[in-house]
């Protein structure tokens, strides 16, 4: 991070620095005097173009045309808009197939919907956070309106097989919604060879503001909006944030440039973390260590100390880390998806993630590696 020099920040899964490049998209827009994007007058025709700009570098990241691409205010409202517009779409299917894993906010939404009389099945994930596709074939039925499943998991970095995945859907004729929040940037994503139908992606995630994302709807599929009016072509009702939606398409635009480049230097980073720490504690263990991982994540678990004291005192010495999903971390229950992946609820409470990304340094981990022992130390003499 540039701004606060002593902060060592290593929650890139929570929210990703904003990059300089998207600030200046962002106040360049807003310096600009645009209007609102659906005025007809000149202000908001500069609006427009902004738009049209972002539209298409978001597009490109994905490997969509323009049409496919919905502005929204993030992943959370993606999600949501994918899902119960699958369900409006088949009103005689009440039936959703997503992971155990998922993130909250496709989870508590499938929990509220499981209120209504929806059904789901959850896929379990083995020891190490992976899927069994097998399962997902079994699981899709007649009555089954979407499958819902996330590419890579925000608390191990775990990924599953959206191809195969994919493939299985379009072999039911079953629509498939990705939640691609944690694989955008990250790994390389082309709708045209990965064939999902809806794909969520959120801004702060790709180094752009929180508040913005978009959700890629496949050409045909006449989704329902969640929020109604005209504006996204009556997809996605609400006057544009157009200051985030140009960040978000130069965040695209940097991603698509260093997704290939900037993920050997992440894991050199995230690697040089994890080994680094495995060699200094021999009770660490990495929680889907076994598995295909996105190149940012670790998580770690630390023998059997308390996850959330050794996060106050690195949070003390400037590091920032997580327990969890950020939307999650400070409630009492143990992380879901490490109790999927078979770990006791105190295996659970013991484990960290550290997320690196495009701003970490060789010397930021190295800092880490000189500091933990210290803590890790005191954490014992606490605990005896
Ligand atoms: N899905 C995943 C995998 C995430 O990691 C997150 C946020 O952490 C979300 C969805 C929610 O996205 P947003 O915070 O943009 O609503």
């Not at 496919?68 to 994918?82: K, L, P, R, Y």
């Not at 959703?96 to 998922?102: G, M, P, Q, Y």
């Not at 690195?314 to 999927?340: K, R, Y």
């Amino acid at each position: 991070m540039t701004e606060q020099k002593n902060t060592i920040y290593l929650d890139y899964n929570a929210l990703a620095p904003i990059a300089p490049e998207c600030m200046d998209a962002a106040l360049e827009c807003m310096r600009w005097g645009i209007g609102n994007a659906s005025s007809k007058h000149h202000a908001g025709e500069r609006a427009k173009y902004f738009m049209i700009e972002a539209r298409a570098q978001v597009a490109a990241l994905l490997g969509a045309q323009t049409a496919e691409i919905v502005f929204t205010s993030g992943g959370t409202e993606s999600i949501h808009t994918a899902i119960y517009g699958a369900l409006a779409l088949a009103p005689h299917k009440r039936h959703l197939v997503t992971s155990r894993v998922e993130h909250p906010a496709t989870l508590q939404l499938l929990k509220h919907l499981e209120a209504q009389g929806t059904r789901v099945t959850y896929l379990p994930v083995d020891t190490q956070g992976r899927i069994d596709v097998r399962q997902l074939q079994q699981a899709i039925t007649p009555d089954t309106a979407l499958v819902s499943l996330m590419w890579a998991n925000n608390e191990t970095g775990v990924v599953f097989p959206i191809a195969e995945i994919a493939a299985i859907c379009n072999a039911h004729k079953v629509l498939l919604h990705c939640d691609a929040v944690q694989a955008a940037g990250k790994l390389p994503i082309n709708v045209q060879q990965v064939k999902v139908d809806l794909l969520s992606v959120s801004g702060h995630k790709l180094h752009a503001p929180p508040g913005i994302g978009a959700l890629f709807v496949r050409k045909g599929l006449k989704l329902p909006p969640l929020l109604f009016g005209q504006q996204e072509r009556a997809r996605r009702g609400g006057t544009a944030n157009v200051p985030g939606i140009a960040a978000l398409g130069v965040a695209c635009l940097l991603a698509f440039d260093t997704v290939p480049l900037g993920v050997t230097q992440i894991a050199e980073r995230r690697d040089r973390l994890e080994r680094g720490i495995v060699a200094r504690f021999p009770f660490a263990r990495v929680n889907g260590g076994a598995a295909e991982r996105v190149a940012n994540t670790t998580n770690i678990r630390f023998g059997e100390l308390d996850a959330e004291a050794l996060l106050l005192k690195l949070d003390g010495a400037g590091i920032c880390a997580a327990q969890g999903a950020a939307c999650s971390a400070g409630g009492a229950e143990p992380s879901h998806v490490l109790t999927a992946m078979g770990l006791d609820a105190q295996a659970a409470q013991a484990s960290i993630r550290f997320s690196v990304g495009r701003y970490t340094r060789n010397d930021e981990i190295d800092t880490v590696l000189e500091i933990l022992p210290q803590i890790v130390a005191s954490l014992v003499a606490d605990a005896a």
